[in-house]
T-cell receptor
Framework: EPEVTQTPSHQVTQMGQEVILRCVPI?????FYWYRQILGQKVEFLVS????????KSEIFDDQFSVERPDGSNFTLKIRSTKLEDSAMYFC???????????FGPGTRLTVT | AQSVTQLGSHVSVSEGALVLLRCNYS??????LFWYVQYPNQGLQLLLK??????LVKGINGFEAEFKKSETSFHLTKPSAHMSDAAEYFC???????????FGKGTTLSVSS
């Protein structure tokens, strides 16, 4: 069964450093998402991406964040200058069309020290 | 704005007992509702979804949920708990403005023998 994959599974970085989280959505899906889950808290929406542009974003998704689909298969989330409070599990998700459920990847645990 | 409230951050049941996890939503339009399960150190897996068809929705692993518009509820049930059901359960509603998901805070289900 097709699945969303994410790399790395765990990323440790120092405060102020740039980090790129990578996702490979299911191949024929059209909508892509990033969510985050701070330890012990609920899953929060960050951004959605469709037709090579951001279609929706939350208040969390400020200028420190950016997304890109560089090569037609990967979908990346970049955090320009990480802060301690960026430590969280980051989930990528994709859907084929609006009416279908989102398929989530296994997540990348980001630890900012 | 849409929101999801999950009553009870932690539910404990005995193996073989009924599982009831509560979810209430707020939405000004007919919602799309979802239940996801998260096992330790894993991603989110869809249990079931409601998309305005039948009000009683059956999902995987013996779970089902009933959409009750009058009560704005979408409670998750399973007649007989199994040890393997121990996990975190999230209720979610699709964002009215787009396709992003708004999650509840989650309910941890513990199953004892």
């Amino acid at each position: 069964e097709p699945e969303v994959t994410q790399t790395p599974s765990h990323q440790v970085t120092q405060m102020g450093q740039e980090v790129i989280l990578r996702c490979v959505p299911i191949s024929n899906h059209l909508y892509f998402y990033w969510y985050r889950q701070i330890l012990g808290q609920k899953v929060e929406f960050l951004v959605s991406f469709y037709n090579n542009e951001i279609s929706e974003k939350s208040e969390i998704f400020d200028d420190q964040f950016s997304v890109e689909r560089p090569d037609g298969s990967n979908f990346t989330l970049k955090i320009r200058s990480t802060k301690l409070e960026d430590s969280a599990m980051y989930f990528c998700a994709s859907i084929l069309q609006e009416s279908v459920e989102q398929y989530f990847g296994p997540g990348t645990r980001l630890t900012v020290t | 704005a849409q929101s999801v409230t999950q009553l009870g951050s932690h539910v404990s049941v005995s193996e073989g007992a009924l599982v009831l996890l509560r979810c209430n939503y707020s939405s000004s339009v007919p919602p799309y509702l979802f239940w996801y399960v998260q096992y330790p150190n894993q991603g989110l897996q869809l249990l079931l979804k409601y998309t305005s068809a039948a009000t009683l929705v059956k999902g995987i692993n013996g779970f089902e949920a009933e959409f009750k518009k009058s009560e704005t509820s979408f409670h998750l049930t399973k007649p007989s708990a199994h040890m393997s059901d121990a996990a975190e359960y999230f209720c979610a509603v699709r964002n009215q403005a787009g396709t992003a998901l708004i999650f509840g805070k989650g309910t941890t289900l513990s199953v004892s023998s």
